[in-house]
């Protein structure tokens, strides 16, 4: 059971203070898993694995060092960030990155955008997060996993400003091409669905995981 908690726009900083509040809460047992959904105003965040080259200077956004697993992505309005504060000990010998990529895009399905994941090859960079067929970037992961407890998830682009992908290596790929659920939409003229029914998709799949 995964308990979710609607936040609404929440500055970075203040996130990362109140999720560790959150993974004290859930290792002493004051609080079962729990999802919880937010955005952030524009930032990027980058892992320790980032190259210095990938983020350029003049990017006019706060850059921020984080104690996740990956390397540089953004967020911002129009996002869907889902930061999990769940048990590894509890769910058993599961991976949980690949659970919440099969959690993904399970509610992607179900909101009619197919999506798959994909394999690292050997020595390659890591293709970790949730991509369309044709291998177009939908929804980036970077997780932490720390006395059994895990922090960080995930950032789903459902209709940002995708212009700032363009302005440095994103997740250490040189040549990846990022997309959005708007972008997709359009494609198929059809709607974009609303804040409210990404976030009813994405906590139903992983409650079902």
Known sequence: MIERVDLGEVEYHDAMARMDGWRE???????GDRLFLLSHPPVITYGPRTDPADIPDDLGVPTVAVDRGGFAT???????IGYLV???HDRG???IVRWLEHGLIAALDSLGFPATRRDTPPGATSLVG????D???????GMRIRHGITSHGFALNVDPNMSIFERFTVCGLHDVTMTSLSR???EAGTDTPTDAAVRDAVSAALAAK
């Open 25 to 31: 809460e859930r290792r002493t047992g004051q609080a």
């Open 74 to 80: 953004y967020h911002g309005p129009g996002q869907l």
């Open 184 to 186: 997709l939409a359009a």
């Open 93 to 95: 010998p599961v991976d």
């Open 130 to 133: 949730v991509w369309t067929p």
């Open 86 to 88: 769940v048990s590894v």
């Open 135 to 141: 291998h177009r970037k939908l929804a980036s992961i």
